[in-house]
């Protein structure tokens, strides 16, 4: 990801272990490696090509895929661009496909940015949107201000529907600001649309909307997805 790299390990669709790290090492994989004896992987990214870390995979499995715009998938493309598209933005949405298979899907993926997809009831990706999010949001009211403070908004423990300090203002501007939107698409894909939620700040934001919608919060919903995405291509 943009901030952390994830490693997960699943025996079929099962999910064994989740690590993180903000910084990953060769060793670190090696471990996991060693620990969890994989048959094959699959890697993605979405701020390097990480050569180096799939040369050292490469030494440690059997098969090794790397998520591209050239990889087979379970989802039907239909973005105009696919070689520019958010690797993780494909596996969330062959996330969703794989949870709720026969359903329509809003996948919403609140990270350094929040980006929303809409998956269609036969497993076409139609397009998605992309939006600053929350720590970026609360950044740029910083740096293109002369006054207004940095606010660590994810910090906040409860967020006020009206701010009586400056510092609170913004939390609740930026973070209301979120929840509205996300209720913005929720309208425009149409009733009967699951929404997921995912990233690192889904759960911030799910507290805030809390007991006012429904939203399925599923954090390892992108590395579910590349899961399904192994699974797809292996009788390939």
Not at 155 to 175: C, E, F, K, R
Not at 210 to 225: C, K, M, Q, R, S
């Amino acid at each position: 990801g943009n901030s952390r790299t994830k490693v997960s390990v699943y025996d079929d669709t099962r999910l064994v272990c989740t690590h993180r790290f903000d910084a990953m090492t060769p060793d670190d994989l090696t471990q996991i490696v060693n620990a969890e004896r994989p048959d094959t992987a699959i890697y993605c990214s979405v701020s390097c090509h990480g050569e180096g870390i799939m040369a050292h995979l490469r030494k440690m499995v059997g098969r090794l895929y790397e998520l591209t715009s050239l990889l087979p998938l379970p989802i039907k493309i239909e973005y105009t661009t696919p070689s520019t598209l958010g690797r993780d933005r494909v596996a969330a949405v062959a996330g969703a496909a794989a949870l709720f298979p026969g359903q329509q899907c809003l996948v919403i993926d609140a990270g350094t940015a929040v980006t929303y997809e809409l998956l269609t009831a036969d497993s076409r990706y139609i397009g998605g949107n992309i939006a600053p999010g929350l720590w970026m949001r609360a950044k740029a009211l910083h740096d293109m201000t002369s006054r207004l403070p940095m606010v660590d908004v994810e910090a906040l423990a409860d967020v006020p529907q009206w701010g009586q300090s400056t510092a609170d203002a913004i939390s609740a501007g930026v973070i209301r600001g979120v929840v509205a939107e996300i209720e913005y698409y929720r309208r425009l894909a149409g009733p009967g649309t699951v929404t997921l939620l995912t990233g690192g700040d889904a759960a911030a934001i799910a507290d805030v909307m809390a007991g006012t919608t429904d939203i399925e919060v599923i954090p390892d919903l992108v590395n579910i997805g590349l899961n399904s995405i192994l699974i797809y291509n292996e009788p390939l």
